[in-house]
């Protein structure tokens, strides 16, 4: 079973994707976990991949395509795939079906977790932090005296990168780069999309019922 895991962030993606592993038995590839890992054990791959990380460009479709090409290769993927974080644009996803073809593979499905912005926006803004190390969230786990921390009675403060402006920012970056590839996939009848608001249970039953469908 080759996935592909689209979804935009705080649409719950690492959570299905863990219980999807454990009942698929098949890996969770991460580009940037791949990334790293390449770069730390020096493959070929990976030492083309750290000239531009550390020259702080943008690591070409190329090299990364070669990085997921060696990480396909491995034996726990033999039984399939979840691909999270990556194709992000149209042309990747085009580079990553020649690179799967030459192999005799296809994708399976692309599971599109979908979420209203406003929803995403509630998730994504509702954390608080603690200097003390603890953290809290508005809807799933609230501080008991509103702006003030449990633990310590320290003021809570938000992180620049969970403020609204910051997020939505990043639903626009994910709406411009998403829309493309989401009718890539649907003119190849490869795109499921599921329901994201409701319970983790819920969704990840409707996922499941996609998938073994």
């Given at each position: 079973?080759?996935?592909?895991?689209?979804?935009?962030p705080?649409?719950?993606?690492?959570?299905?994707?863990?219980k999807m592993?454990?009942?698929?038995q098949?890996?969770?590839?991460?580009?940037?976990?791949?990334?790293?890992?390449?770069?730390?054990?020096?493959?070929?791959?990976g030492?083309e991949?750290?000239?531009?990380?550390?020259?702080?460009?943008?690591?070409?479709?190329?090299?990364?395509?070669?990085i997921?090409?060696?990480?396909?290769?491995?034996?726990?993927c033999?039984k399939?795939?979840?691909?999270d974080?990556?194709?992000r644009?149209?042309e990747?996803?085009?580079?990553?079906?020649k690179?799967l073809e030459?192999g005799?593979?296809?994708?399976?499905?692309v599971?599109?977790?979908?979420?209203?912005d406003?929803?995403?926006?509630a998730r994504?803004t509702?954390?608080?932090m603690?200097t003390?190390g603890?953290?809290?969230?508005?809807l799933?786990?609230p501080?008991?005296v509103?702006?003030?921390?449990?633990?310590c009675?320290?003021?809570l403060y938000?992180?620049?990168d969970?403020?609204?402006a910051?997020i939505k920012?990043?639903?626009v970056?994910?709406?411009?780069q998403?829309?493309?590839?989401?009718?890539?996939?649907?003119?190849?009848?490869?795109l499921?999309?599921?329901?994201?608001?409701?319970?983790p249970d819920?969704?990840?039953?409707?996922?499941?019922?996609?998938v073994?469908g």
């Open positions: 079973m080759n996935l592909i895991l689209l979804g935009p705080g649409a719950g993606k690492g959570t299905q994707a863990k592993i454990d009942a698929l098949i890996p969770q590839i991460s580009t940037g976990d791949i990334l790293r890992a390449a770069v730390k054990d020096g493959t070929e791959m030492i991949a750290k000239k531009y990380m550390d020259a702080g460009q943008l690591v070409p479709d190329s090299v990364v395509i070669g997921i090409d060696d990480r396909l290769k491995e034996d726990d033999v399939g795939f979840i691909l974080g990556f194709p644009t149209v990747q996803a085009a580079s990553l079906s690179m030459k005799g593979r296809t994708i399976d499905h599971v599109s977790i979908e979420v209203p406003s929803d995403l926006l994504l509702g954390r608080w603690c003390c603890a953290s809290f969230h508005k799933f786990n501080s008991k509103d702006g003030v921390c449990d633990l009675g320290a003021d938000q992180r620049d969970d403020k609204e910051a920012v990043r639903l970056n994910y709406h411009n998403t829309a493309p590839l989401i009718d890539f996939y649907s003119a190849k009848s490869l499921r999309n599921i329901p994201g608001t409701g319970s819920d969704i990840y039953t409707a996922i499941m019922a996609v073994n």
